[in-house]
T-cell receptor, first 116, second 111 residues
Framework: NAGVTQTPKFRVLKTGQSMTLLCAQDMNHEYMYWYRQDPGMGLRLIHYSVGEGTTAKGEVPDGYNVSRLKKQNFLLGLESAAPSQTSVYFC???????????????FGPGTRLLVL | GQNIDQPTEMTATEGAIVQINCTYQTSGFNGLFWYQQHAGEAPTFLSYNVLDGLEEKGRFSSFLSRSKGYSYLLLKELQMKDSASYLCAVRDRRGGNKLTFGTGTQLKVEL
C-alpha cells in the first residue's frame, strides 16, 4: 500500500495564478483532511471531508476550495494564489470518527508551495 | 475554541529520559493524540489517551489527566533519531471530533 500520496511535492506560483493539489489514499478511509503548516502556527485545518461527495470548512478555509468526487481522492484548489498562502500543505486520512482508535490520521508527504 | 500549549524547544542527552508536556482547555474533550514529525517529513502517529493514566508503547509513554487538562509524552533511552518535533493534538466532540494541533515541541538530542 502506498498510504497517502500528494502531488506535486513542490510548486512555485505567481500571485493570482491558480493550481490544484491532489491527495490520494489507498486505505479505504472515509475521512480526509487538508492542513497547512506554518512556522510557529502548527497544523491548521483548511477543509475536510467525511465521505465521498461531502466537504466542510475547517479553521482556515478562505482562499481555498476542495472536492471529493471519489472516495480515494481529495483535491485542494487555490483559485487566485496570494503570498500569504505560501506554506507546506499536508493531506491526511482516517478510517472514521466513531472510535478514538479509528481516528488515527495518516499523513501524506506534503506539498511545499511558494507564492511570489 | 481550544487552547493547546507546549514548550517550543527542548534539549536532552542521548540515553536520557525526557518529558514533553502539553496543556489544553476544551469543554468537549474526547481524546488526546501525540504525533512525531521529523524535519521536512509528514507527522506520524505515536499514541493516544482517552482515559486518565499512562499508556506505554516501548520507549514511548503518554500520560493524561483530564481534570487538570494535562498530558505528557515520556521518551526513554533517547536516541539521536528521536530529534524531531512532537505535536500534541486534542479531539473535541463539539467540533465533530476533529483534531486541533498544538504548535509542537522541537526536541534536540545531543551526544
Amino acid at each position: 500500500n502506498a498510504g497517502v500520496t500528494q502531488t506535486p511535492k513542490f510548486r512555485v506560483l505567481k500571485t493570482g495564478q491558480s493550481m490544484t493539489l491532489l491527495c490520494a489514499q489507498d486505505m479505504n478511509h472515509e475521512y480526509m483532511y487538508w492542513y497547512r503548516q506554518d512556522p510557529g502556527m502548527g497544523l491548521r485545518l483548511i477543509h475536510y471531508s467525511v465521505g465521498e461527495g461531502t466537504t466542510a470548512k475547517g479553521e482556515v478555509p478562505d482562499g481555498y476550495n476542495v472536492s471529493r468526487l471519489k472516495k480515494q481522492n481529495f483535491l485542494l484548489g487555490l483559485e487566485s494564489a496570494a503570498p500569504s498562502q505560501t506554506s507546506v500543505y499536508f493531506c491526511a486520512s482516517s478510517y472514521s470518527w466513531d472510535r478514538v482508535d479509528q481516528e488515527t490520521q495518516y499523513f501524506g508527504p506534503g506539498t511545499r508551495l511558494l507564492v511570489l | 475554541g481550544q487552547n493547546i500549549d507546549q514548550p517550543t524547544e527542548m534539549t536532552a542527552t542521548e540515553g536520557a529520559i525526557v518529558q514533553i508536556n502539553c496543556t489544553y482547555q476544551t469543554s468537549g474533550f474526547n481524546g488526546l493524540f501525540w504525533y512525531q514529525q521529523h524535519a521536512g517529513e509528514a507527522p506520524t502517529f505515536l499514541s493516544y489517551n482517552v482515559l486518565d493514566g499512562l499508556e506505554e508503547k516501548g520507549r514511548f509513554s503518554s500520560f493524561l489527566s483530564r481534570s487538570k487538562g494535562y498530558s505528557y509524552l515520556l521518551l526513554k533511552e533517547l536516541q539521536m533519531k528521536d530529534s524531531a518535533s512532537y505535536l500534541c493534538a486534542v479531539r473535541d466532540r463539539r467540533g465533530g471530533n476533529k483534531l486541533t494541533f498544538g504548535t509542537g515541541t522541537q526536541l534536540k538530542v545531543e551526544l
